[in-house]
């Protein structure tokens, strides 16, 4: 998984487990990393709305 999976309708979806980026790379969905967050995040040039539904990690 990478920045832009975490990207839907020009948005960033935070859902499940914060965990470290080589445990979420290999994990099919349930959890995104600081890493991702970051790269989503560079992906835009302006505002943004991030929308989180995380337990945390």
Known sequence: MEGSDLILNGEIILEGDV????????????????????EALARFDADVTLRVNSPGG
Do not use: D, K
Not at 19 to 36: I, K, Q, V
């Open 19 to 38: 965990l470290p980026h080589e445990y979420c790379s290999f994990a099919e969905t349930g959890c995104f990393s600081a890493r991702m967050v970051r």
